[in-house]
């Protein structure tokens, strides 16, 4: 874990960075948030890193940095910039169509009947790399889906939650190629299982599993050693409960520490969402794409692929693409680019940030953005499900962009 420098030094007010932890006490004190752990950084350097509250109510551990959380989506961006460094060896092209690498995927019906019965169609176009990178896949999340879809996906059992087995990875993707798509590929932006597919697609390029892919190519190298599929044994004391809001403003547990799926070995590594990280780890990989490809003599990725990682690589934002709010977001002036979002307009955009800050977050609260123009990164960690609960996110940003002084 890097050292805190004095705010001043690069360019951040201690007094206005310390209104973060006010607000983040505030949350806790009033029992919206059980914990929670908000990191600043500029220029390089780690100005601001403090924690509130606890990580485990019931056991009273306090909220640490150290402390080990399920980081949920945000393992996507993970996964998108190590399929990147197989990009970088030549081994496919964006423009590739998936059935090429995994046929199961080939031939994809769409469905067309709205939250009717299913209704459909031959898709369009083949489902591509670049497609699948940018959530315009056609391919959805089946808890979200028309109510037709998301049958599909019970039937075929599409769960990538169900990371002890005893399906493999490749299992749950070939049942995928039988469910329909919920538009014709390229048409809109869904959140969905791409990245999943993606975790897959990795495995094939590698012939091993992600799991060790990951650790080959991105963990090792960037000193990750407490990110995984599962919390090591040594590590799960410092392994935080995970908390769903009451409807009178508190919360209650939703899956303890102890006893928990990801403290058991996985057999299903879901690329979309299985990974638990601590902050000194994804520190380091935003470290890594702030300096545009490598940290402390590691080279992950090339300045041009993260260039070309954090640009918008949809025709217009997410708006305009079918998806006008997610989460706690309105997503005009939002694109998406391989993997995460990007700032197109924040006027539009209603956020206090620069063109071209890229982002991302997770179903439990958590979020990271970097902001390449202020040379500002930020990291938020908690455990608190679902991530629509309070706008937390935007809050912070305001926080973190008001203590910038030069």
Not at 135 to 146: D, E, I, K, Q, T
Not at 215 to 221: A, V
Request: aromatic share 8%; charged share 20%.
């Amino acid at each position: 874990m890097r050292d805190v420098v004095k705010p001043e030094t690069v360019g951040l007010c201690s007094d206005r960075l310390a209104r973060i932890g006010h607000w983040m006490q505030g949350y806790v004190d009033d029992g919206r948030l059980v914990g929670a752990l908000v990191a600043v950084a500029r220029r390089g350097q780690l100005a601001y890193l403090e924690t509130a509250g606890l990580a485990d109510a019931k056991a009273k551990k306090p909220m640490a940095p150290d402390t080990v959380f399920r980081i949920y989506s945000m393992t996507k961006p993970i996964v998108a910039a190590c399929l990147m460094t197989f990009y970088e060896e030549a081994r496919f092209q964006l423009d590739d169509e998936i059935a090429k690498f995994i046929p199961a995927l080939a031939d994809m019906k769409v469905h067309i009947g709205g939250d009717g019965p299913l209704a459909l169609v031959p898709a369009a176009r083949p489902i591509t790399v670049r497609h699948l990178l940018t959530h315009s896949s056609g391919l959805v999340y089946g808890h979200a889906a028309p109510a037709a879809i998301a049958a599909a996906y019970e039937a075929h059992r599409i769960d990538y939650r169900a990371s002890e087995g005893p399906d493999t990875l490749e299992q749950v993707i070939d049942r995928l190629g039988e469910v329909p798509l919920a538009c014709h590929p390229g048409d809109e932006w869904n959140y969905s299982v791409s990245i999943d597919v993606l975790g897959r697609l990795i495995e094939v390029l590698a012939d091993q599993p992600l799991d060790q892919v990951l650790r080959e190519r991105i963990f090792e190298p960037l000193g990750m050693s407490e990110t995984g599929f599962t919390v090591p044994a040594e590590a799960r004391d410092r392994f935080a409960a995970c908390y769903e809001p009451t409807a009178k403003g508190k919360t209650r547990l939703y899956d303890a520490a102890e006893g928990s799926r990801f403290t058991k070995p996985a057999v299903l590594f879901s690329g979309g969402g299985g990974l638990v990280s601590t902050f000194a780890d994804y520190d380091a990989f935003c470290q890594m794409l702030a300096n545009k490809g490598e940290l402390a003599g590691q080279r992950i990725l090339g300045r041009r692929t993260v260039e070309y990682m954090t640009v918008n690589h949809l025709p217009g934002d997410l708006a305009s693409m079918g998806q006008p709010v997610f989460s706690e977001t309105s997503y005009e002036g939002i694109g998406y680019g391989l993997g995460m979002a990007v700032v197109l307009d924040p006027a539009v955009a209603q956020m206090m940030t620069s063109v071209g800050e890229y982002h991302w977050g997770g179903l439990a609260s958590t979020a990271f953005w970097i902001d390449p123009v202020e040379e500002m990164q930020v990291i938020f960690l908690t455990q608190l499900i679902p991530s629509s609960t309070y706008p937390i996110r935007r809050e912070l940003r305001v926080l973190a962009s008001q203590a910038l002084i030069d």
